[in-house]
T-cell receptor, first 116, second 111 residues
């Protein structure tokens, strides 16, 4: 069964460093998302992406964050200058354009980001 | 913005028993989805119920939705040790596709 994959599974970085988190959405999906979950807290929406542009972003998604779909398969989240409070599990999700399950968002296994 | 909120209870049940958890939200929704998360792992989609549906079944899962009360319940019948996980509800509205998650219910099934 097709699934969303994410790399790396765990990223450790120093405060102020740039990180890029990578995702490969399900191949026929056209909507892409990033969410994060700080330890012990809710899953929070960061950004949605469709047709090569951001369709919606939350207040968390400030100028330090950016997303890109550099080719036909990868979807990346970049944090330019990481802060301690960026430490969280980051989830990528994708959704089909149409079909019986088109509202369902399928999540990847997550990347645990630790900022020291 | 709408927000899924589970009742803040942790469930500890014996294998074979049923587990019920609830979720309430604040605004109009297009659909409500339930996810499972095993400790420190990813989110697994369980079931989606649309705003015009009242009940839905999938295997041992039964979801209800009461839009007048802005609430949903997830029932897991004949629980198994492998059902031990956190369960989240998430809602989306008509205007956008972002999911608003609740805090999650921790379910422990004792073998």
């Amino acid at each position: 069964e097709p699934e969303v994959t994410q790399t790396p599974s765990h990223q450790v970085t120093q405060m102020g460093q740039e990180v890029i988190l990578r995702c490969v959405p399900i191949s026929n999906h056209l909507y892409f998302y990033w969410y994060r979950q700080i330890l012990g807290q809710k899953v929070e929406f960061l950004v949605s992406f469709y047709n090569n542009e951001i369709s919606e972003k939350s207040e968390i998604f400030d100028d330090q964050f950016s997303v890109e779909r550099p080719d036909g398969s990868n979807f990346t989240l970049k944090i330019r200058s990481t802060k301690l409070e960026d430490s969280a599990m980051y989830f990528c999700a994708s959704r089909a354009r149409r079909g019986s399950s088109y509202n369902e968002q399928f999540f990847g296994p997550g990347t645990r980001l630790t900022v020291l | 913005s709408q927000q899924g909120e589970e009742d803040p209870q942790a469930l500890s049940i014996q294998e074979g028993e049923n587990a019920t958890m609830n979720c309430s939200y604040k605004t109009s929704i297009n659909n409500l989805q339930w996810y499972r998360q095993n400790s420190g792992r990813g989110l697994v989609h369980l079931i989606l119920i649309r705003s015009n549906e009242r009940e839905k079944h999938s295997g041992r899962l039964r979801v209800t939705l009461d839009t007048s009360k802005k609430s949903s319940s997830l029932l897991i019948t004949a629980s198994r040790a492998a059902d031990t996980a956190s369960y989240f509800c998430a809602t989306s509205d008509y205007g956008n596709n972002r999911l608003a998650f609740g805090k999650g219910n921790q379910v422990v099934v004792i073998p």
